[in-house]
């Protein structure tokens, strides 16, 4: 059973252009969290997401960033007009069940933006 | 003030030390999760506790719900121990999502 799968490892961007970030979550998980850690800061939330649905958008920035999760395929993290602000690490983590405060959830290797 | 409070911000140990971590919050949980992530590296969940507390091998981790107190001890650490380790609690209702403290760096010298 393979883990989280995130891709790229890792993107570099021109100021302007757009980043997308792909999850997969692990087999049989159908809630998938996006979190960012800008550097030499902690992780923060961004957006909760079931299939098919938004969930949870409050950590996402009003602009630019837009995720979803399609019934078939990975979760997307869209980042539009890249700023060199936007570099950071964003991890995605699934678990199989929502609302649950004991369940775990499993966190994916993470993808490094780099803007220039 | 954080919600989710780590101590010590960094710490320096010798091989075979007896290391332990803190984490204070105050937001309202009923578990909290200990996380491990190498420098440039992904994160592993290393425990998700919401009573008591939960060994392997040489982590053991401890919670107190009534305190809103939680440690993490490493027995015998080694120099393969050094990393950030960070806590997070779920928060938010039924979203369960985390909000995670600033991390302790440690470092395990030969």
């Known amino acids: 059973n393979a883990g989280v799968m995130q891709n790229p490892r890792h993107l570099v961007r021109r100021r302007g252009q757009e980043a997308r970030l792909r999850c997969s979550p692990m087999?049989?998980?159908?809630?998938v969290y996006w979190y960012r850690q800008l550097p030499e800061e902690g992780l923060k939330f961004m957006v909760y997401?079931?299939?098919?649905?938004?969930?949870?958008e409050s950590g996402m920035p009003k602009e630019r960033f837009s995720a979803e999760f399609p019934k078939e395929g990975p979760s997307i993290l869209r980042i539009q007009q890249v700023v060199r602000g936007d570099s950071a690490a964003y991890f995605c983590?699934?678990?199989?069940?929502?609302?649950?405060?004991?369940?775990?959830?499993?966190f994916g290797p993470g993808t490094r933006l780099t803007v220039l | 003030k954080n919600e989710v409070e780590q101590s010590p911000q960094n710490l320096t140990a010798q091989e075979g030390e007896f290391i332990t971590i803190n984490c204070s919050y105050s937001?309202?949980?009923?578990?909290l999760h200990w996380l491990q992530q190498h420098p440039g590296g992904g994160i592993v969940s290393l425990f998700m506790?919401?009573?008591g507390k939960k060994k392997h091998g040489r982590l053991i981790a401890t919670i107190n719900i009534q305190e809103k107190h939680s440690s993490l001890h490493i027995t015998a650490s080694h120099p393969r121990d050094s990393a950030v380790y960070i806590c997070?609690?779920?928060?938010?209702?039924?979203?369960?999502?985390?909000?995670f403290g600033t991390g302790t760096l440690l470092a395990v010298q030969p």
């Open positions: 937001v309202g949980i009923s578990a």
């Open positions: 087999k049989g998980h159908s809630h």
């Open positions: 506790l919401s009573s």
């Open positions: 997401l079931q299939k098919e649905n938004i969930i949870d």
């Open positions: 983590a699934s678990s199989p069940l929502s609302g649950v405060s004991t369940d775990t959830q499993y």
């Open positions: 997070a609690v779920p928060y938010g209702g039924a979203t369960n999502k985390l909000i």
